[in-house]
């Protein structure tokens, strides 16, 4: 197992990187959708946004962990006969989910943490009940809540587009060019 990038594969910690983040993302835009559009026991809802607050940290760990790692191992170069704009398109696509890995768990701590319900009911931003993160807004702001709510929603549904189309095209390599990009960042091979 390779600890590091090559030219030809992903390292496995950046596979792990990976992986992990996709799994927990892909969980919480599942749960996101489910508790906001389908559970309308305000109790079992209460519930399941803790759950959703608890894993957004995990994930804005991942993700942080992740770009940390990025930043300071070179990326394998493309695959060999890779198109041009297909490369930049890749980068810029690779560029716009870290960011929305970022902005999707900040957005959501700052929008709870403007929401009037922290004072009002004495609500705290727990990760799994064993720690509260900082909360800024001291009382609460419902405006405030509001822009944050927004930007939630619209990076959330930003990043279901992008996680498709990057599925979509890891696909494409795989079974239409028949090339390593997939491989890469699954077996390193």
């Known amino acids: 197992m390779r600890l590091r990038n090559t030219e030809a594969a992903w390292g496995w910690p950046a596979r792990a990187f990976h992986w992990a983040t996709a799994a927990v993302i892909l969980f919480l835009l599942g749960l996101g959708i489910w508790m906001t559009d389908f559970v309308t026991d305000i109790y079992e809802q209460?519930?399941?946004?803790?759950?959703?607050?608890?894993?957004?940290?995990?994930?804005?760990?991942?993700?942080?962990?992740?770009?940390?790692?990025?930043?300071?191992?070179?990326?394998?170069?493309?695959?060999?006969?890779?198109?041009?704009?297909?490369?930049?398109?890749?980068?810029?696509a690779h560029w716009a989910l870290y960011a929305l890995m970022l902005i999707m768990p900040l957005s959501g701590w700052l929008m709870a943490s403007a929401s009037s319900l922290q004072e009002s009911y004495g609500i705290k931003n727990e990760v799994f009940g064993l720690f509260a993160l900082p909360d800024p807004f001291v009382p609460g702001d419902r405006a405030i809540e509001g822009i944050f709510h927004q930007i939630h929603e619209l990076s959330a549904w930003a990043l279901i587009a992008l996680v498709v189309v990057h599925a979509g095209a890891a696909l494409k390599h795989h079974f239409v060019d028949r090339d390593a990009t997939l491989r890469r960042m699954t077996s390193g091979r």
Request: aromatic share 12%.
């Open 46 to 92: 209460f519930g399941l946004i803790q759950l959703h607050k608890s894993w957004g940290f995990v994930a804005f760990a991942l993700a942080a962990s992740r770009l940390a790692w990025r930043l300071t191992h070179a990326a394998p170069p493309p695959v060999p006969g890779t198109p041009r704009w297909q490369v930049l398109a890749a980068e810029a």
